[in-house]
């Protein structure tokens, strides 16, 4: 049973340009979540997606987008992108009727020069 | 608004000694309450969650409403415990955690 899975697992992007994430989510799960990460920080909560919608957001701005496709994977578009964007983003799956019990993907480390 | 603070960067034990890794949360209702560990180059993993009230690899975590912690607890550190760990709150069933700072777990031997 495939995990959470990622791509790509490292770029890097020069400011003001744009990138796209990957995700496929745990067998089973539906609902995906994408995190940011930044260095010696804990994750912070960037959007999620069930049924092909946004469902919740963090306090992230707009440049922040994503999308879910009928098969539960998901993309993170992050545009215009400012140095301060470089982090590991993560990739978070769960299971049908919710729950908080979600599990990560190995993440994308994204640096912005 | 939600908060967990892990009061801790960096941990150091000898290996053998009990652990405790602090966690506070500020939540007004009844949150759930998460330790995520991260291995060197590994994923970010579940070890406990406080609804399941379960040991993994010897850790255990109880919920002290009271205090509003959730602290984490060895009581015999071993080398391979060496990992960061996470505090995370979940509220209303959404899917949507805040984590803590993390602390840096270091098991010597």
């Known amino acids: 049973d495939a995990g959470v899975t990622q791509s790509p697992t490292h770029l890097i992007k020069t400011r003001g340009q744009q990138v796209t994430l990957r995700c496929s989510p745990k067998s089973g799960h539906d609902t995906v979540s994408w995190y940011q990460q930044a260095l010696g920080q804990g994750p912070q909560f960037i959007f999620q997606?069930?049924?092909?919608?946004?469902?919740q957001r963090g306090n992230f701005p707009d440049r922040f987008s994503g999308h879910q496709f009928p098969n539960y994977s998901s993309e993170l578009n992050v545009n215009a992108l400012l140095l301060g964007d470089s982090a590991l983003y993560l990739c978070?799956?769960?299971?049908?009727?919710?729950?908080?019990?979600?599990?990560f993907g190995e993440g994308s480390w994204l640096t912005v020069v | 608004a939600q908060r967990v603070t892990q009061p801790e960067k960096l941990l150091s034990v000898f290996k053998g000694a009990p652990v405790e890794l602090k966690c506070n949360y500020s939540?007004?209702?009844?949150?759930?309450l998460f330790w995520y560990v991260q291995y060197s180059r590994q994923r970010l993993q579940l070890l406990l969650r406080?609804?399941s009230r379960e040991s993994i690899k010897g850790f255990t975590a109880d919920l002290n409403k009271g205090e509003t912690s959730f602290h984490l607890k060895k009581p015999f550190a071993q080398e391979e415990d060496s990992a960061m760990y996470y505090c995370a709150s979940g509220a209303g069933n959404t899917g949507k955690l805040i984590f803590g700072q993390g602390t840096t777990l270091q098991v010597k031997p």
């Open positions: 997606y069930y049924e092909e919608e946004e469902r």
């Open positions: 978070a799956s769960s299971l049908p009727a919710g729950g908080n019990t979600i599990y």
């Open positions: 939540y007004s209702g009844s949150p759930e």
């Open positions: 406080h609804i």
